[in-house]
């Protein structure tokens, strides 16, 4: 029977050399959840935060079939742990996942260098201004549907201005790219960033990426970054971040 794991420590062990940042927010108990087989004796588990969820330990097929009561998501992004994991994820959900390759990047201290990161966010084009996401800014956030991820993890402004923090480039009054924490654990955040199709490729995710990590240092956070795709790779390493090495993923429609 899959149940709720309520002390985390249980699970510890599964998620052991996971370099993920997500499963550190549900492990040290800030957010997300966690998910086994039986708690006492634990054989596998489930971490689920946000769009993503992650499966390690023995492979069960119970759990990945399992979705969680208070989930209404009809999409998530599933990790296997290893082979055996992904084979099962693609038995369970035969029509509706998606094998997606993700690539990840290093967690490394004292990488960043703030005169690089200086000269980017003042790199901004004329027009365009930088805001650190305030209540109003949250407020706003959650009304759109392209830069909801800013903030849609967080349950209310209080929350994000503890666990959170972002930065949105605005033109004319209208957010048109911006770069926020996606979730928070103890120490860092994890960085998303997403610009407005229109005014892509003109520096400004990288302007409000690099506002952001250089607040994150102030405030001696790590500003974990996992890439989607080759360009978010660019920008990370454009950044100061170092490319560590490709993994496969599954989208789930409908589930």
Not at 44 to 55: E, K, P, R, T
Not at 69 to 96: R, S, T
Not at 115 to 120: R, S
Not at 182 to 208: N, P, Q, W
Request: proline share 3%; with cysteine.
């Amino acid at each position: 029977m899959i149940t709720k794991v309520k002390n985390t420590k249980t699970v510890e062990a599964l998620f052991d050399g996971w370099e993920e940042s997500l499963i550190w927010s549900c492990l040290q108990g800030v957010m997300g959840e966690i998910y086994t087989d039986n708690e006492e004796q634990p054989t596998c588990a489930m971490a689920i935060l946000g769009d993503f969820c992650y499966f390690a330990g023995k492979p069960n097929a119970e759990l990945v079939a399992y979705k969680p009561e208070n989930c209404q998501k009809e999409f998530i992004i599933m990790v296997p742990e290893n082979d055996a994991w992904a084979n099962l994820i693609e038995k369970c959900y035969p029509e509706k996942a998606k094998k997606v390759e993700r690539y990840a990047i290093k967690t490394e201290q004292d990488i960043f260098d703030k005169e690089n990161l200086l000269q980017i966010m003042n790199a901004l084009p004329d027009g365009y201004t930088l805001h650190f996401i305030d209540e109003t800014l949250f407020s706003q956030c959650q009304k759109k549907l392209w830069y909801n991820d800013f903030v849609a993890q967080y349950k209310d402004y209080a929350q994000y201005q503890e666990l959170g923090l972002g930065v949105v480039c605005m033109k004319n009054g209208e957010i048109v790219s911006g770069a926020s924490s996606y979730s928070g654990y103890i120490g860092g955040i994890e960085i998303e960033v997403d610009t407005k199709e229109e005014y892509r490729r003109i520096g400004l995710a990288s302007a409000c990426a690099a506002k952001l990590i250089l607040e994150c240092l102030n405030r001696k956070w790590y500003p974990k970054w996992d890439a989607q795709n080759k360009w978010s790779v660019g920008l990370a390493e454009k950044l100061g971040y170092h490319y560590s090495h490709t993994y496969t993923s599954y989208e789930i429609w409908g589930y």
